[in-house]
């Protein structure tokens, strides 16, 4: 099949959040599987094409209108693992140094920006991006050269399929169009303010628009739907996105219940060779280890190293990672947080069970690491520094370090209020860190008590009382867990490959988008 992938992020090329991931592994997933697969990738500032391989630079060109102006587009490519990416220029992308929002390096361009929030022309950003798809087919793609499948990702490419229904062109005629949602929380929308709004950029009918409503609102999740199938992250998320009394679409999940809108849910796959804890070089550890065969000194001697190197209170601090608090050698049961620090990951429930969990059980020490808000930093931080010696909070990203923070612990936390797949419960599993995870959407690929621990509601109340009965059963027996270890890995390595995925899943679902049965 010839398949395009459209995404503002790719792992290696343009980098933000999980988005990258998902999309990188299975356009590669796909291409070694014998598929034509290429990747639409805008060419902010900040990529760094050398990355491509035998790079070719503005190799194409064409013109896009959008909110009232001509924009002239490049076209770059090069390949990446059997991918091939076309790299999209054009000066609301240049001029960029991030993927969605204003960084440091942004403000030689853009003085008065606040780090942190999104790109004020998001929606040029966005419209551009997708117009420069349609005019790269309509341009350069015969009949037979056009894509059998184009698959977008995220909101911010979801208005793709009803641009190429409004241009009323034969370019994509034979195309299925299929659209992620891998988050539908309120900031993750890119909707329009209004119609007006939605037709000054996109240029599709306000009789097409209107259809695509939430409250006066435009969302591209509902004119994706329109013209290509909705898929999701998990088949848990999918129902949760049905669900009308979901209080955490922004109003979305009503509207797909009472338009039965079908949303396909996949789980994602996980790149085990690029976290692999018996190869020092890919997993970034200090030690090797294999938590399938419980050769687990290794991560004990990982424990050791980061207490004694890295966490205790005259290590030195990691060059952009902040630290608050420090941990003492003394403890005998480790917590661990690692991710984005906003208020969906129940960062405010996670804290809040801590400060009880650590008056309950004296043995156990925390490890927090992530950055996102600044009054959740704020809290974070202070929170380490009350409870010195038995909670280390480091601020910020840096590969090894967050693997190592994952890896040093015995259990990692996950009280997200909703969460379209989860990530951290692989990469938790492949260190041989037990996932604690609040019973929602993709996190429920976790059974209970076999792979991990599952609990409801998403209380302090409850999390505390879940942390004390495992951490009183690990001390009381450190090797009780040792069987929910083993098979966790297990079952990772045999279930959720991306090759796995690939094929038995998005394979699949394409051959019966184009031809209504299974090849």
């Not at 299925?176 to 037709?199: L, S």
């Not at 205790?312 to 480790?334: A, M, N």
């Amino acid at each position: 099949m010839k398949i395009w992938m459209v995404a503002r992020e790719y792992a290696g090329v343009a980098e933000a959040g999980g988005v990258k991931n998902v999309v990188c592994s299975l356009s590669e997933a796909l291409a070694r599987l014998g598929h034509d697969v290429v990747c639409f990738v805008p060419f902010y500032g900040c990529v760094n094409p050398q990355c491509l391989g035998t790079f070719r630079q503005n190799e194409l060109s064409a013109a896009v209108e959008s909110a009232g102006e001509r924009y002239l587009i490049s076209y770059s490519s090069g390949f990446l693992n059997g991918v091939k990416i076309i790299l999209v220029g054009a000066q609301c992308f240049w001029a960029k140094q991030n993927v969605y929002t204003y960084c440091a390096a942004d403000r030689e361009i853009f003085p008065d920006c606040k780090i942190g929030e999104g790109y004020a022309d998001q929606h040029l950003m966005n419209t551009v991006f997708e117009k420069a798809i349609l005019a790269y087919g309509e341009e350069y793609c015969s009949k037979k050269d056009s894509p059998q499948i184009v698959h977008c990702h995220d909101a911010c490419a979801a208005a793709l399929p009803a641009i190429v229904s409004a241009c009323k062109k034969n370019s994509f005629e034979k195309t299925k169009f299929v659209v992620t949602i891998h988050n539908a929380g309120p900031y993750y929308h890119h909707e329009f303010k209004d119609v007006d709004e939605a037709a000054f950029y996109t240029g599709i009918s306000r009789e097409v628009l209107e259809k695509a409503k939430n409250g006066e609102r435009v969302e591209p999740y509902l004119l994706a739907s329109l013209y290509g199938l909705l898929t999701t992250v998990s088949p848990d998320y999918a129902k949760e996105l049905s669900d009308p009394s979901n209080p955490n679409t922004d109003g979305l999940s009503k509207i797909f219940a009472q338009k039965k809108i079908p949303i396909v849910g996949v789980t994602n796959g996980f790149d085990l060779p690029r976290y692999e804890p018996m190869d020092m070089q890919v997993s970034r550890l200090p030690y090797e280890y294999n938590p399938e065969k419980l050769d687990l000194n290794g991560k004990y001697e990982t424990r050791v190293y980061f207490l004694q190197k890295i966490a205790g209170r005259e290590s030195p601090e990691i060059q952009g990672l902040p630290r608050s608090g420090y941990l003492d050698g003394e403890g005998r049961v480790f917590f661990a947080y690692h991710g984005r620090l906003v208020r969906q990951k129940g960062i405010l429930v996670l804290l809040e069970a801590a400060r009880k969990f650590l008056k309950l059980v004296p043995e156990a020490r925390l490890i927090i690491n992530g950055q996102g808000e600044e009054e959740l930093k704020e809290m974070c931080a202070a929170f380490a520094n009350e409870n010195r010696g038995r909670v280390v909070f480091y601020y910020g990203y840096e590969k090894a370090m967050s693997r190592m923070f994952t890896a040093a612990a015995d259990f990692a936390l996950l009280p997200s209020d909703f969460e379209p797949c989860g990530t951290e419960d692989f990469i938790a599993q492949a260190f041989g860190t037990i996932p604690v995870a609040h019973a929602t959407g993709g996190l429920k690929k976790i059974i209970n008590g076999k792979t991990g621990f599952l609990y409801e509601p998403n209380s302090a109340e409850k999390l505390c009382s879940v942390m004390v009965d495992l951490a009183q059963k690990k001390l009381k027996n450190a090797k009780c867990f040792d069987k929910v270890i083993r098979e966790a890995a297990k079952i990772l390595r045999q279930k959720y490959t991306w090759k796995s995925v690939a094929k038995e899943e998005y394979e699949r679902l394409y051959w019966e988008l184009m031809f209504g049965k299974k090849s």
